[in-house]
């Protein structure tokens, strides 16, 4: 069955998401003989991308099997700009689908679910709504939106409508599926698919990171004889930068020969200023922007992973990134609770430990729960093996993408939403 889809997405192509995410998984959909289209929309596209750019650049997506195409994108007055940006897709989409004949469209979460679906009336192409998380809720748990206002209601009232117009569904854990689709196991009450597909990495990529660049790092830092702790990832927002601070200086006082290690894009000082704060030296942490290549490479080096994100209603459907990269590392991670479905799984695949409560003793309970863990010889393949089981790309993201498609097409989604 050749099947050809026109993947949408509100972001940009050399965006760190995209680069880790998306365009992993459209090459399992090519690989797999599912002719691709992408659309995505570009920040400052003239300022950023040269013409002689963008022409390499859809070239070698095209030897991969992926067409790209492109639309600026427009930040401000953000509602505004936001709408601009749906009927422009919309636009260029319906020209895509019927030049190309595509019959199913993509939408990476809310907005470019919007274009879909008015595309979706104008040709007759299905759609799958790619559930990235409880958007309208995530907005309100940010605090950038009040509970119950007029953005929230327009929002939901939004995804009231997107949830009824799609044929298809993927949501990121099953908390959120059984939230959004109660009494629902692989299709909803209307037949139409839906799959559980967690961000997934490739695991081989960590599992097999250059031992000899990690050793580098380990010598560069001066690690020999030191716990390394490793955060990956933004600070600020749902991530808990205060409460991760006060846990690496509970692991210092604990035991000083501790090393706290920190991979973010965001500004050094969100976390840097609250570790001075709490007596933490400067000698024994490291606030760093790496490439998304190197992140392999200092995980290796590490023995411990950190993550504490706001444990808030939208974050049931979340499923951090850097869980999978932790995990394909061989790392025992420490999270907080009510964050997808990482309680059961940290717990159920004895890979780590849930911090309940964001104070000194629980998180000397949770050291020592994981210092007892790093005895044991074989947690790190424990860990690598809940990875490949869990959030691999070529056997579980991958494979569930391309049996959605299937599924969809032939003829288990509801064709007439």
């Not at 859809?58 to 427009?74: K, Q, T």
């Not at 897709?89 to 274009?115: C, D």
């Not at 299937?406 to 064709?415: A, F, V």
Request: glycine share 6%; aromatic share 10%.
């Amino acid at each position: 069955m050749s099947i050809r889809t026109l993947y949408l997405c509100y972001f940009g192509l050399r965006e760190p998401l995209v680069q880790t995410q998306v365009l992993p998984y459209l090459r399992q959909l090519a690989a797999a003989k599912i002719k691709v289209y992408l659309l995505t929309f570009e920040p400052q596209l003239r300022e950023t991308w040269s013409d002689e750019e963008l022409t390499k650049q859809r070239e070698r997506l095209a030897m991969e099997g992926i067409s790209w195409f492109y639309l600026p994108y427009h930040k401000s007055p953000s509602v505004p700009a936001t709408v601009y940006d749906i009927m422009a897709g919309a636009r260029l989409a319906t020209q895509l689908v019927r030049r190309y004949q595509i019959e199913v469209m993509h939408a990476r979460s809310h907005v470019p679910a919007v274009i879909g679906a008015w595309v979706k009336r104008r040709t007759g192409a299905r759609l799958i709504f790619d559930i990235r998380g409880f958007m309208p809720e995530e907005y309100v748990d940010a605090g950038l939106w009040p509970a119950g206002g007029r953005l929230y209601r327009a929002a939901k009232a939004t995804e009231r409508w997107l949830l009824s117009s799609a044929d298809a569904f993927v949501v990121l854990t099953e908390r959120a599926r059984n939230i959004l689709f109660p009494n629902s196991a692989d299709t909803d009450e209307r037949g139409r698919p839906i799959e559980v597909i967690p961000c997934c990495v490739d695991a081989q990529r960590f599992r097999s990171a250059d031992i000899v660049a990690a050793g580098d790092v380990r010598r560069e830092l001066n690690l020999e004889g030191r716990r390394v702790i490793v955060y990956v990832g933004a600070l600020g927002g749902w991530y808990l930068t205060d409460e991760m601070a006060d846990f690496l200086a509970t692991a210092h006082r604990q035991d000083p020969r501790t090393f706290s290690l920190i991979l973010t894009q965001s500004s050094p000082e969100m976390i840097a200023s609250r570790l001075r704060a709490l007596g933490v030296n400067a000698e024994d942490y490291l606030i760093r922007k790496v490439s998304p290549s190197d992140v392999p490479h200092y995980l290796k080096a590490a023995d411990i992973a950190l993550s504490f994100i706001k444990p808030c209603y939208s974050k049931q459907a979340s499923s951090p990134t850097k869980i999978a990269e932790f995990l394909a590392s061989g790392l025992p991670i420490i999270s907080n609770a009510g964050i997808g479905d990482l309680d059961a799984m940290i717990q159920g695949d004895g890979v780590g430990t849930i911090v309940h409560e964001f104070d000194e003793a629980a998180y000397l309970q949770a050291l020592s729960v994981v210092n007892a863990m790093r005895k044991d010889a074989m947690v790190a393949a424990r860990c690598r093996a809940s990875a490949v089981n869990r959030f691999d790309l070529s056997t579980v993201g991958g494979p569930r993408y391309v049996r959605l498609y299937h599924r969809l097409m032939e003829g288990r989604g509801d064709k007439t939403a």
